[in-house]
């Protein structure tokens, strides 16, 4: 388990005392990597205010314009949501979601996502995440604070390191590493193509396919050598096409 490989993700947060609350409970917890995806206000007084020590955090934070650049590199991603979606996808909590991150970061990179303080994270933001967290409320208020919000998750993973009682790593002998979110994406936009190309998905009704078939991808989780087979099977299905539509 590799502290120094998770990283938290900040969407959109508006307000700068916040970041600066998320860089402290981050720093208390020995967490150190954090992203910030066009952040309303920042850099800010406030922030560094509510950071107190951990200015240092703040002074590294990586500032993005979109969630996709955030993540780019990472193989294992995490996002948090107080609500449940239209879709359901695995959803762990804290506790549960440490264990899978901590042997995840063993590996490599790996991005637990916030959401905005008034609207969370967006069904297509959530889209991109391997498993879901909820943190388990009374139902009269389910909304934590952000920072409070990362605070806990941050505090699990402490936990987990310290106890030396991580589950067993199914994937330690594997030659091949995971693909990276950047790569699962063009691989979407590849199959998105392809199955439009040959009649299976309709642009004018999509329903949720898109959506399941991520799901089911991100539940198995491809190394970059299954992808790179399915991306061929793809290209070689889209070149038949082509072919039989010739006159
Ligand atoms: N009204 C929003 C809540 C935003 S709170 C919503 O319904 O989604 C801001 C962020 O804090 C959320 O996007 C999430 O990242 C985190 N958060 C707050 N409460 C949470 C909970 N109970 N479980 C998981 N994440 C939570």
Known sequence: MKLDNIRIVLVHTSHPGNIGGVARAMKNMGIGKLYLVAPRQYPDEQANWRAASAGDVLDRAVVTQTLEEAIAD?????????????????????????????VASGHGEVAVIF????????????????????????????????????????????????????PADEHQQWDTPFSSS??????????????????????????QLMSRLRRLYS?????????????????????WVAKARKP
């Open 74 to 102: 990472c193989q294992f991603v995490v996002g948090t949501s107080a609500r449940g979606r239209r879709i359901p996808w695995p959803l762990l909590d804290p506790r549960e979601c440490a264990q899978r991150m901590g």
């Open 115 to 166: 959401g905005r303080e008034d609207r969370g994270l967006t069904n297509d933001e959530l889209k991109l995440c391997n498993l879901h967290l909820n943190i388990p409320t009374d139902d009269a208020y389910s909304s934590l604070n952000l920072a409070m919000a990362v605070q806990i998750v941050c505090y699990e993973l402490r936990m987990l390191m310290v106890s030396s009682e991580l």
């Open 182 to 207: 950047e790569n699962m994406e063009r691989f979407y936009v590849h199959l998105e193509e392809t199955l439009v190309d040959i009649e299976f998905l309709d642009p004018a009704a999509p329903r």
């Open 219 to 239: 539940r198995v989780r491809l190394d970059e050598m299954e992808l790179n087979i399915l991306r061929g099977i793809l290209t070689q299905t889209r070149k």
